[in-house]
């Protein structure tokens, strides 16, 4: 059934048709405790909702949706490794890739924790034989450069992340990240680097994906070209769940890391996929990492709705979304090690639910995951704010940032503080054209320009935003702050019952390719083309 036709969901029709006539500012100003009463915190990320166009009635009309979407029994089978991911029957279980406890996490009847356990055992030894020399390259000598290959979940993730541990690199070892099929991704790459001090990592889950293979198979010659088929075994390591297909590639079997079909790509990073992470930034860093995720797990499981943070998160998501009608929501982190973090998220948030197709097949009836788009602060306001400010389109903004720098050269994280505030306050308030006018006139603009130029100086506001407040950009809030949108994710997927697991798109995609390249390569006959498909290839073929 689609959430739509539920009885909350009509309530909150009729509270949404009331907001659409309120403003922040007035929200604001009858009610000085708003930050107390619209913010939570928990393990020191804090997070003010207040500047979202929500009241306390809205707030507990929205939290109804944690029974109508059972959101209880969701966590429950979604802990007990129930096959929820019901299009592919997999289950769910990336959380026990960061358990903390002793309790067993059971697939299938069996314990999935020895396995877990015994992958970041043999993580640690790899990274500790490689930080410290011990582990050497085909001549000998020490691996200064890691290249993880791979793709989509298995790229998007750990490049995030070792971006956003910038501070906590170890000193020798750089790493770098290649996932384009086109040429130019892996050959820019190569070209800073020696066959000889290089190590590639091939991550792919699968182990059939067309960008990763190809890249992998053009690495594999570069290699050996230098240094020779022998050297592959020293040079060459795979994280895959098809072990057979990692030991065709010529991969040692002794230097593959395995995970398993119950963790979808997008929520790999915390298994062996993070390995160039790990590789990075050092293993301990990268259980710090761990511990800060199953914090969040731990939070998420076990907190009621209106403290929720993920839950929370999810139904401001959904009253904007689906009430307020924003098509949109941009990702604003006001730091630079978290640049990524819009592309990271766009991914988990748009490929988990960006679905219309419920979970008994109807259609979801609202619309499900908003386009997602960001950049890093300050550098997205001296570009598209502008838009967000005045082009007159709902847009709701997470802010993301830290009250400490990572990074502390001095004069510079005050500053940044101001912008980020300075932002959403204005965006809440606006400006008023009285403002306006106000301000020109102390100014000693002429009544002549003031007349012409008001109409520009005039910002509506009401845009609403969440601010995420870390400590630091360290390894633990990062794990902590990258479960909060997983989860947030997970609870948006059952509100609107759709499977935030799946991607037949991405699959779609895996499927065309295949179909086209024989015909550009000429071995095919180019039939049952449409002409505009026709017309391209044979551009490409007459060249
Ligand atoms: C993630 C998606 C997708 C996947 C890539 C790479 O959830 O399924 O982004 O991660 O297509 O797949 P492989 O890891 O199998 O190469």
């Known amino acids: 059934m689609s959430a739509v036709a539920s009885k909350t969901w009509q309530g909150l029709a009729e509270h949404a048709g009331r907001m659409r006539t309120t403003h922040l500012r007035d ?3 009858a009610d000085t405790k708003r930050f107390e009463r619209f913010s939570l915190e928990h393990g020191g990320l804090l997070a003010d909702f207040s500047k979202q166009r929500v009241t306390a009635e809205i707030m507990t009309a929205l939290s109804g949706l944690w029974w109508e979407a059972d959101m209880a029994g969701w966590i429950a089978r979604l802990r007990a490794g129930e096959a929820i991911n019901h299009t592919e029957g997999r289950a769910v279980l990336h959380h026990a890739l960061r358990h903390q406890g002793t309790r067993p996490i059971l697939h299938n009847g069996l314990d999935v924790m020895p396995q877990v356990h015994a992958v970041l055992e043999q993580m640690r030894r790899f990274c500790n ?5 011990e582990w050497r390259g085909a001549t000998g000598e020490q691996i200064l450069d890691v290249v993880n290959i791979g793709i989509g979940g298995s790229d998007l993730g750990p490049k995030m992340a070792t971006q956003a541990l910038a501070a906590y690199r170890v000193p020798h070892i750089r790493v770098h990240y290649v996932s384009n099929l086109d040429g130019a991704h892996l050959a820019t790459t190569l070209t800073q680097l020696s066959p000889r001090t290089t190590l590639f990592v091939i991550a792919s889950k699968t182990f059939t994906t067309q960008e990763t293979m190809q890249n992998a198979a053009s690495a594999r010659h570069w290699l050996v070209s230098a240094l020779g088929e022998q050297a592959v075994r020293r040079h060459f390591v795979a994280v895959s769940t098809n072990l057979p297909a990692v030991a065709t590639f010529g991969i040692d079997p002794d230097n593959a890391f395995a995970f398993w079909d119950w963790v979808g790509g997008r929520f790999s990073v915390w298994s062996a996929i993070g390995l160039p992470l ?5 293993m301990e860093n990268f259980e710090r990492f761990l511990i800060g995720a199953a914090a969040m797990d731990a939070h998420f499981f076990e907190t009621p709705a209106e403290h929720n943070l993920p839950f929370v998160l999810a139904l401001l998501n959904v009253w904007n979304a689906d009430f307020l009608g924003a098509e949109s929501r941009a990702c604003l982190p006001y730091s630079q090690s978290l640049e990524l973090l819009p592309r990271y998220l766009q991914q988990l948030e748009m490929e988990s639910n ?3 197709a419920t979970r008994d097949g109807s259609d979801a009836g609202c619309p499900t995951a908003p386009i997602l788009w960001g950049e890093a602060g300050t550098n997205g306001q001296h570009a598209f704010y502008q838009l967000i400010h005045q082009g007159g389109r709902l847009i709701p903004c997470d802010f993301i940032v830290a009250r400490e720098p990572d990074f502390p050269l001095p004069g510079h994280h005050d500053k940044l503080l101001a912008n980020c505030f300075a932002q959403s306050e204005a965006l809440m308030r606006g400006k008023t054209a009285e ?3 106000d301000e020109m006139e102390t100014a000693h603009v002429p009544e002549a320009v003031i007349a012409r130029l008001l109409p520009y100086k005039v910002f509506p506001g009401n845009q609403p935003s969440t601010t ?7 390894p ?3 794990g902590q702050l990258i479960a909060l949108y997983e989860h947030k994710v997970f609870a948006l997927g059952c509100i609107w019952n759709i499977n935030s697991f799946d991607q037949w798109g991405v699959e779609y995609g895996k499927q065309l390719a295949n179909r086209l390249l024989p015909i550009i390569e000429g071995r095919a006959a180019p039939e049952k083309l449409d002409s505009s498909t026709a017309g391209l290839i044979a551009a490409c073929r007459r060249q």
């Open 129 to 133: 034989a490689l930080h410290s020399g």
């Open 278 to 282: 790990a590789l990075a930034v050092g």
């Open 435 to 437: 403002e306006a006018r």
């Open 354 to 356: 960006g679905k219309r």
């Open 468 to 474: 995420l407040l870390l400590p630091r950009l360290d």
């Open 476 to 478: 633990y809030h990062l």
């Open 27 to 29: 929200l604001f100003a």
